[in-house]
């Protein structure tokens, strides 16, 4: 069983930087490929940025591209987003996924592809 804690959201103004970090449970940390997703109020979860386990693939929705950028520290078993440049339309509650695989450079951008959610944290930007 893996659990996910998800910290670091808060009220940001328009430009501002906000960084996420999320925590997993587990021995095999280093396996997980993850992602970061978002949802907007009366909207639908939308993909946001994915990392492979070992770190050197990276994918990023149009949206933030430029903008976000994910790591992750397998020594801390944390995953990060650093969002740079926030705007209000960015504003959503963040989680974070986390799916076990054996390939080390695999990304996954679908929500089914991942077994393990976090709980949650609130970003919001006001203009």
């Known amino acids: 069983q893996v659990q996910l804690v998800e910290s670091g959201g808060g009220l940001v103004q328009t430009g501002g930087s906000l960084r996420l970090s999320c925590v997993a449970s587990g021995r095999t940390f280093s396996s997980y490929a993850m992602a970061w997703f978002r949802q907007a109020p009366g909207k639908e979860r939308e993909f946001v940025a994915a990392?492979?386990?070992?770190?050197?693939?990276?994918y990023y929705a149009d949206s933030v591209k430029g903008r976000f950028t994910v790591s992750r520290a397998d020594a801390k078993n944390t995953v990060y987003l650093q969002m740079n440049s926030l705007e209000p339309e960015d504003t959503a509650v963040y989680y974070c996924?986390?799916?076990?695989?054996?390939?080390?450079?695999?990304?996954?951008?679908?929500?089914?592809?991942?077994?393990?959610w976090g709980q949650g944290t609130q970003v919001t930007v006001s203009s």
């Open positions: 990392i492979s386990w070992s770190g050197g693939d990276k």
């Open positions: 996924a986390a799916v076990v695989t054996s390939f080390s450079g695999r990304v996954y951008v679908r929500g089914v592809d991942y077994d393990y």
